[in-house]
């Protein structure tokens, strides 16, 4: 997965690298993720990578207790939604136990290592 | 001048069928899409020739294409179509739109799917696929079951509340001979089963399976020479949230409400003139969330509706009468106008609800587009 040559590979490169990186348009500012080819404000095909403050609010998070695919994750898992700082939403995991977390909870990314997929955003509590 | 999505029965609904719902193997999704058509004329007596426009829907696998129907229906209509994507709502409103147009006067709505048999998982991603892939995140029960923990976390809903849902519907189906979910389910019942996504449990979310429907819309003139009894549209509506997870929200699918605000002036009623209720239902979230943005019930009240009989089996407004998609059949919400036609005409046999004069009826195509549809019995 982070051997990827698709438009988001640089996202993966950077957390190799300890960063959270997403494209920003240079012609608007807009910052865009998923990766896109164009920018959904400006239409604009010129954009640049950009790391950002990996900090953000969980906005809601749920277990799967069982595998819709062989390459899931082995059940129990647990995704989450959170609502980075900088504006763009992402779709990652949370460290720790299920029970302390809760919607609204601060989170900042650590990048670790996530079954084999190699090192990827983890977010957790902010102390 | 008339509000946009005014039909104001122009265009009526004069033949609703379908298929058995089920694991049907044996049979192509295309093959039983036109047994969906074949069965629907029979009993209406309508000849296949007074068909001159068709809207197909594409079904699991590829199929479900008009071109690839028409063939095998034996029809050369004036006018043919297939949408991506199902509820019936779009494939409903684009019929009164080329009926409108005057590009045809008679269309068949068909729908067939086999993707039960062919053993659809649903397990590709939603959202961006590479990172929903990397952790999982898998089938819409996904999403929605991030969307009912938020609504819980910022509205106090509990799972009892939601599980009002599915044990509704569940008592429905019970009376429901096309229905395959028919054995009666408590709240207990619902409340022991384990999650599947938590905080969603299996009855939360409904099971694929194989089956066709069909609906033949007519112009207002051309209604009155195929039927006695025809079903008018009244006004339909639609929003788009395309922009997909860049829109604020996407989850809670806020631009529901748009549809909200619109179909009652298009259909020309209030709210209050709704008899029956018709909410497509992949998850019981999805009924939780557009009973609230139609204004069904108040934030955070859903479970408190139904348990004083607002809403659902038993109370003043019933609510998916078929047993919906949890539990009567997957058929992508085609089978709830096949519903709502059939109590609007007094059709409904032992589940005939008295008094139905209007219904509607509010679908989703997932985090992409709503529909509303205001039906009712032509006068
Ligand atoms: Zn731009």
């Known amino acids: 997965m982070t051997e990827s040559l698709a438009l988001d590979a640089p996202f993966w490169e950077g957390a190799r690298t300890g960063e959270l990186r997403f494209q920003r348009c240079t012609d608007c500012g807009f910052l865009r993720w998923p990766a896109a080819g164009v920018c959904p404000e400006c239409l604009s095909r010129s954009a640049v990578w950009e790391a950002v403050e990996p900090v953000g609010t969980v906005w809601s998070f749920v277990i799967y207790h069982r595998s819709y695919s062989r390459s899931a994750p082995p059940p129990p898992y647990l995704v989450a939604l959170v609502e980075l700082d900088c504006g763009v939403r992402l779709i990652t995991t949370l460290a720790g136990s299920s029970a302390d977390h809760t919607v609204g909870m601060r989170v900042r990314a650590r990048f670790e290592e996530f079954l084999d997929r190699g090192v990827v955003p983890v977010f957790a509590a902010v102390e | ?379």
């Open chain 2, 1 to 379: 001048m008339n509000p946009p999505g005014a039909v104001r029965g122009r265009s009526a609904i004069v033949a609703v069928g379908n298929t058995e719902q089920g694991e049907l193997p044996g049979i192509s999704a295309d093959e039983l899409a036109v047994e969906g058509l074949r069965r629907t004329l029979a009993q209406a007596g309508i000849a296949k020739g007074a068909v001159n426009g068709l809207i197909t829907c594409k079904s699991y696998g590829g199929f479900g294409i008009d071109t690839a129907i028409g063939r095998l229906a034996g029809m050369n209509p004036s006018y043919s179509a297939t949408l991506d994507y199902g509820t019936c709502n779009f494939s409903l409103h684009l019929a009164t739109a080329v009926i409108e147009a005057g590009l045809c006067d008679v269309v068949a709505i068909v729908y067939g799917t086999t993707q039960r048999s062919q053993r659809n998982t649903f397990s590709t991603p939603l959202g961006h696929p590479d990172e929903s892939s990397v952790y999982g995140f898998l089938n819409v029960a996904g999403p929605a079951a991030m969307a009912f923990r938020r609504h819980m976390s910022l509205h106090g809903t509990t799972e009892a509340d939601l599980g009002e849902v599915a044990v509704s519907q569940r008592r429905y189906a019970v009376d429901n001979p096309l229905a395959i979910f028919r054995e009666p389910m408590s709240l207990e019942q619902y409340l022991a089963e384990p999650y599947l996504v938590e905080p969603l449990r299996r009855s939360d979310l409904c099971m694929i399976s194989d089956g066709a429907a069909c609906l033949i819309v007519a112009s207002r003139e051309r209604a009155r020479d195929l039927t006695d009894k025809p079903v008018d549209v009244l006004g339909i509506a639609q929003q788009t949230g395309l922009r997909d997870r860049q829109n604020a929200d996407q989850w809670m699918r806020p631009w529901i409400e748009q549809v909200a605000e619109r179909i009652y002036p298009a259909a020309g009623i209030s709210q209050a003139d709704v008899d029956a209720l018709y909410i497509q239902d992949p998850t019981s979230m999805w009924v939780l969330q557009m009973l609230e943005y139609y204004g069904f019930v108040a934030t955070g009240g859903v479970g408190e509706a139904f348990r004083r009989g607002a809403v659902g089996h038993g109370g003043r407004l019933p609510l998916n009468s078929n047993g919906g998609q949890l539990s009567e059949a997957y058929m992508w919400g085609f089978l709830h106008l096949c519903e709502a036609v059939r109590q609007l005409r007094g059709d409904a046999g032992e589940r005939q609800l008295p008094g139905i004069e209007v219904a509607q009826y509010c679908s989703t195509y997932g985090f992409m587009k709503a529909a509303s549809t205001v039906l009712a019995r032509s006068r």
